[in-house]
């Protein structure tokens, strides 16, 4: 039981969703400073179900490549077969729903992108997941749980956009992250990521320039929001 647990949890990911949760209740106290508890825990998880559903369609379709870096993971997701589809198709109707009974129309517009963006990045042909754009689509992800908020409270401005800038940086940091502990899976199966093409020590360079750059927009960002 526990062990079935433990593959579903890895299955759709749940670390990564807990983080466009969290990304997703900031979001809604940074940009509205009178939001409810429960309104910031609405838009999280919005962006948690959408995430998770990605997370979970990619992980059907990098089966072969998780059984060297992660073969519980792969055993799960074998043992699913088209089940692991379905549960995928259900986080993202879930997702879905929730931005639509916002009543607000680019609410939806944005959920429904993010989810598009994740599809894109997952399923063949485009497989974004393999290519050099890797790092350009989860930017887009992390993005639109601040666009989902913005779009909800009516509020863009520069603040927004710096603050869109240093969670879509962070995500896209948070995918070479992962990828420098798939590089042995990426290289074997020909993958063309951003870490394959510059190689194993160049990409770790990359990787912690792009961290370091985070720092002038995090204290951006604290100005702009008078944190």
Known sequence: MLRSVKGFLKFISIERGIMLFMIAMGATFLIAKNASLLGAVYFGFVAFCGWSGVDAINNVYDVDLDMKSDPL??????NLGKLGLCI??????????????????????????????????????????????KPVVNFSVGAVPVLMVAAFFNVFSVQILVLLLLIGISTAVNSLWEDLADYVSDFDARARTMLVVLGFKRGLYLTILMGYCLIPLMILVGILFQL
């Open 73 to 78: 993971r792969a055993e799960y997701t074998k």
């Open 88 to 133: 995928s198709l259900i986080f993202f109707a879930v997702s879905m729903s929730l931005g639509a009974i916002t009543g607000i129309q680019l609410v939806t517009v944005f959920v429904f992108l993010g989810i598009l963006a994740g599809v894109v990045y997952s399923v063949p042909p485009f497989r974004l997941r393999q290519t050099i754009y």
